[in-house]
């Protein structure tokens, strides 16, 4: 049977689906994306856009233009049971380990925009007010039925793959009939955006805690616009929680946090959930962000790590669409991807718990102890960049994945390439293209510039400096990079015999 038109039809075209959409048109394939909204959403809740996130644009050259558009946290400031208890620096608190050693915040909105635009200027358009409402996997491809959400027609569609990038009720999991195990947290919660006055309306970002509830405040700019969230005390508000408004908040944080509000953009409440699909995959079907896991959104991680699920996947269909690899790598997505997934829905449980929870012993830490050791712990650089490394996401490697091997001094096979500008040369910047790669930093051995050339590998050397040492890089070594820029190979010789070994047992073809 003839290979369907379309390549990859993505369901959802929130940051997810159209980041997945972008890396499999950049990489030559048919891509047919579709979401049930009219247009894109003008307010949401995503608001951080983590470094290791920002380092993966750069292949489409959009890290430079987003960063324009949104604004860098340049502390974050305390408060205590109404009064205010301490500072702490954060500009460049990641100094030295990424090029984007910084909180970055910028609306999902204006963010979608971009991704959307973007994909435009490749000639691919979001088809809207289509929802997915049955798909058939059959031997080669899968046969979708897409319903109009205007006047209800059905229209067919072949693929070779669909991927759910639907969020937390996904059609693409929900038909695929793959669990969704978790539960809901109890608490109650808002979100806003404002424009107000006060001390907090410093460009900063704010954080209340206190006996029975905490807030936080995230500046969008220097100015007088803010968003605004946190646990609601249901005790303290006679109403049913679909009654309550801004209104019903307002006192607590001119009290709390010396905020005054002169206007509400956007309010809206939630319940948070705490899940992770059972699978990833089940056939030609996959399912991206939250589509496969949705946990609370302590460090702003949910929309980071659907992105990272979509480059991924993406590198993975592409390969395998194009004939240059075997099925079977369709497999690591999950192997990978869930695995992190897993580890973020236990790690953001545990912090969710300790700031949210109720009882003596959580309220005296999150009112008293929190205030005063954070300052305190920051002080140290080794602390400030565990957490950093942490919360931006550099810290994902795939150390345990069959596409990982090798490793000589801090870098393994799977771990994420470090960082290593000396003067004006950034080990990054060869790092745009959607491509196998090699780095040697120091002295390359010929047979090694053979093979490159060969393979159609771009090879790129460094000379030795005694900072790719600081960071983990060997002299001599030769760096074998996935498409999503992961360390594949460390080969201390230099040589790439295991170069081969490893292609040949992965059934991969890297020119």
């Known amino acids: 049977m003839p290979k369907p038109p379309t390549d990859v039809l ?12 972008l890396w499999l048109t950049r990489q030559g394939l048919n891509v047919h994306i579709i979401d049930k909204a009219i247009a894109t959403a ?25 960063l324009s558009l949104g604004h860098k946290i340049e502390a974050t400031n305390l408060w205590s049971e109404g009064s205010y208890r301490a500072r702490i620096p954060i500009g460049d608190v990641g100094k030295g380990l990424t090029p984007y050693p910084f909180v970055f915040i910028l609306s999902q909105d204006v963010h979608e925009r971009v991704l959307e635009r973007r994909l435009n200027e490749m000639g691919v358009y979001v088809n809207r007010n289509r929802e997915l409402v049955a798909f058939d996997e059959l031997e080669t491809h899968v046969s979708a039925r897409l319903k109009s959400t205007e006047d209800g027609e059905i229209e067919t569609r072949e693929a070779s793959y669909i991927v759910g990038c639907d969020g937390a009720h996904s059609a693409v999991r929900h038909l695929s009939g793959i669990e969704f195990e978790g539960d809901t947290y109890t608490q109650l919660f808002y979100v806003a955006d404002i424009e107000a006055s006060g001390p907090a309306m410093n460009g900063e970002a704010h954080v209340s805690f206190n006996q029975s509830d905490f807030f936080l405040l995230f500046a969008f700019d220097a100015g007088k616009t803010a968003r605004v969230g946190g646990a609601i005390d249901e005790s303290r508000i006679a109403k049913d929680a679909a009654e309550i408004t801004f209104d019903d908040l307002a006192p607590s944080m001119r009290k709390n946090m010396q905020l005054d509000v002169s ?15 059972k699978s990833f995959r089940k056939g030609r079907a996959f399912l991206v962000g939250d589509a496969g896991h949705i946990h609370s959104p302590v460090g702003g991680q949910g929309m980071n790590t659907g992105i990272g699920d979509a480059i991924n996947l993406a590198w993975k269909l592409a390969a395998v669409v194009h004939g240059k690899a075997d099925p079977a790598l369709l497999d690591t997505y999950e192997v990978e991807r869930r695995a992190f997934a897993s580890t973020l829905v ?19 830490f999150r009112t008293w102890i929190i205030p005063y050791a954070a300052p305190f712990m920051t002080r140290f650089e080794k602390f400030r960049h565990r957490v950093f490394r942490g919360m931006s996401q ?10 990982s091997a090798g490793n000589v001094g801090e870098v393994q096979g799977g771990d994420r390439l470090p ?5 004006d040369v950034d080990n990054f910047d060869s790092l745009g293209a959607i491509s196998w790669q090699v780095h040697v930093y120091g002295e390359v051995d010929e047979k090694l510039v053979d093979w490159s050339r060969r393979k159609e590998v771009a090879l790129t050397v460094f000379p030795w400096n005694e900072k790719y040492q600081s960071t983990g890089l060997q002299k001599d070594t030769a760096y074998l990079l996935r498409p999503d820029t992961y360390v594949a190979v460390v080969e201390p010789s230099g040589l790439p015999d295991q170069f081969d ?7 991969l073809c890297v020119s």
């Open 501 to 507: 070994e490893y292609l040949e047992t992965n059934k």
């Open 263 to 277: 206007k509400v953009n956007w309010f809206t409440t939630y319940r948070v959930h705490h899940r992770l699909a």
């Open 419 to 423: 960082w290593a500008p000396v003067g």
């Open 10 to 21: 993505i369901i959802g075209a929130g940051p997810t689906g159209l980041v997945l959409a």
């Open 394 to 403: 550099t810290l994902i490697n795939y150390r345990q994945s069959n596409l």
């Open 346 to 364: 236990q790690t953001t449980d545990w912090a969710f718990n300790s700031i949210v929870g109720t009882g003596y012993f959580v309220s005296f």
């Open 42 to 66: 003008s307010t949401s809740r995503a608001l951080a856009i983590h470094a290791r996130t920002l380092e993966l644009y750069r292949q489409l050259d959009l890290a430079d233009e987003l």
